[in-house]
């Protein structure tokens, strides 16, 4: 079975200069991948790459197999759901009929049938009536993953969907998305958060936009890729409750405490 998406020497340009270089990597159903990263790795710009987004300079962008630049945008959202940074929402209808844009092709009674058991997935079943504008940052942030869980497509792509929220919203979204995987769907993340991505089955570091480490978090986000990719001197250590991440910034060859 083809992944539900693979980039093969993927190379992105701004102004004639590289934001993403040489990149390979695929990420198969019913896992949990993480990209991770310094700001101004090239995170974004990769799943834009891998959507069909942003322009290829050089290499593949492949969805269940397919040329990314050769399918329709209407495959394209069949295939992949995108929950993107921007959490704007420009008109306050209800929570549901957010979800509900999930499934746009479905009957009306079934698109809210779908948005409903969505809404259901995320804690927010009871606020479908809410319109959203008078939500808070996480409960909207809930609702637009609701969206992308209503697409029902093989693979899910988010962008820093921890970002702004509090510590118990942020276990929720990755319990989410792990058992979005746990379905059979494909999950492609990237998150800022060292020890939560450490709750991924893999994770892949950008640096200056190309890819410096993939496996399994204690590989991944080893002492010397810690050092190198994000300025770091620590390690990961297992706990009950999972990987922790301790580390200390790199300050002028001095360790600061973060």
Known sequence: MSPAVELIGVRVEREGRPTVDDVTLAVQRGEVVGLVGANGSG???????????????????????????????????????????????????????????????????????????????????????????????????????????????????????????????????????????????????????LTLAAGCDRLAVLAAGRLVAIGSPSEALSAAVLRSAFGLEGSLFPTPAGPVLAAARVMDGRCGRL
């Open 43 to 193: 995170k974004t710009t990769l799943l834009r790459a891998a959507l069909g987004l942003a322009a290829l300079a050089r290499g593949e962008a492949r969805l269940d197999g397919n040329l990314v630049a050769r399918l329709s945008p209407a495959r394209r959202a069949a295939l992949a759901g995108y929950l993107p940074q921007e959490r704007k929402i420009g008109w306050s209808l209800p929570a549901w009929r957010i979800a509900a844009l999930g499934a746009p092709n479905a009957p009306p009674a079934r698109a809210r049938a779908i948005a409903l058991a969505a809404l259901g997935k995320v804690g927010m079943e009871a606020h479908a009536e809410r319109g959203v504008l008078a939500m808070s940052g996480g409960e909207r942030a809930r609702v637009l993953l609701a969206r992308v869980l209503a697409t029902g497509a093989p693979l899910l792509i988010a962008d820093e969907p921890d970002s702004g929220l509090d510590p118990d919203a942020q276990r929720l979204i990755m319990e989410l998305l792990r058992g979005t995987a746990e379905e059979g769907r494909a999950v492609l993340v990237t998150l800022h958060d």
